[in-house]
Structures are given as structure tokens and as C-alpha cells.
Nanobody, 127 residues
């Protein structure tokens, strides 16, 4: 089972992008979902995560106020709206999912808590 990310691309500093995460073949609406990123030469880091219900969210300090995570459980999609993008946001962005298993409001933040991962989508912020 693998997730599929979309929406990456090249954007100028100050611009915006919206990433989407889908889970073909399984019910993403029953999973807490997170976004992570890995820049060249750096370790993968947590960006944002959201509970299965969507009521609880978490953000890295570096993206607070600029990025917004949301989900549409009817469509089984999770989004990451990224505004005021800066060159330091350049990275491959991955979504990951953890089955909620009754913990509908739980927001996992550690990578090792997530069971399913996508292959990533490149986001490049450059003028």
C-alpha cells in the first residue's frame, strides 16, 4: 500500500502551492496523516500532521503561519497549503499515514509512527 502525492513544482519566493495526498486502495479517511520533507543533504523532517477526524493538527515551527494542513474525508484526500514559500522550503515532500485504530483525534509527529508512505513530490522555490 502506497500513498500518492501531487501538486509539487517550481514556484518563486513568496508564492504558493497546494500539495495533495491520496491513498489508492485503502481508506485514508481512517488514518492520521502527516507531511514530511527532505532537502538535499539533510535528514527528513516533520512538517505538519493531522488527526483522522481533522480536528487536531500539528506544525513545525518553521512553517507555522505559512502552511495549513487539511483533509476532505469524503474525497479521501489530505492537503498541504503552502504560502509565502521561501528557498529554504525547497525539498521533496512526502505524505505518510498511520491507521487511527480508535484514536481518531491523535496526531502522530514522529516518522517511525507512520506505516504508509508516498514516493514524494518535488517542491522547488527559486527565482
Amino acid at each position: 500500500l502506497q500513498l500518492v502525492e501531487s501538486g509539487g513544482g517550481l514556484v518563486q519566493p513568496g508564492g504558493s502551492l497546494r500539495l495533495s495526498c491520496a491513498g489508492p486502495g485503502f481508506d485514508l479517511s481512517g488514518c492520521a496523516t502527516g507531511w514530511f520533507r527532505q532537502a538535499p543533504g539533510k535528514e527528513r523532517e516533520a512538517v505538519s500532521s493531522i488527526s483522522a477526524t481533522g480536528r487536531s493538527t500539528n506544525y513545525a515551527d518553521s512553517v507555522k503561519g505559512r502552511f495549513t494542513i487539511s483533509r476532505d474525508n469524503a474525497k479521501r484526500l489530505v492537503y498541504l497549503e503552502m504560502n509565502s514559500l521561501q528557498p529554504e522550503d525547497t525539498a521533496v515532500y512526502y505524505c505518510a499515514a498511520m491507521p487511527a485504530l480508535g484514536r481518531a483525534s491523535y496526531v502522530p509527529v514522529r516518522q517511525e509512527q507512520y506505516h504508509y508512505w508516498g514516493q514524494g513530490t518535488q517542491v522547488t522555490v527559486s527565482s
